[in-house]
């Protein structure tokens, strides 16, 4: 699993708790919709302004969109819990 993969998991199940449709979060952060379905099928690594902007548009924070993806500057990879 990829970063951006984990990344897709986190921000669907915010979006889906939320109760708001692609549209709709798109619309609070100003993104596109498709923006926010690449997003969310992991086809784009996102940008940290845009994590910014997902975050505060779901009541949540960066940290909790990243949950699961660890950097191991020892190995020179990422550490991605399923």
Known sequence: MKPRERFAINLRKARKKKGI????????????????????????????????KLAGSLDTTPEQLCE???WLPDKGKFQIKK
């Open 21 to 52: 449709s692609q549209e709709e979060l798109g619309f609070r952060c100003d993104l596109h919709r498709t923006e926010i379905s690449l997003l969310e099928r992991g086809g784009r690594e996102p940008r940290l302004g845009t994590i910014v």
């Open 68 to 70: 699961g993806v660890r």
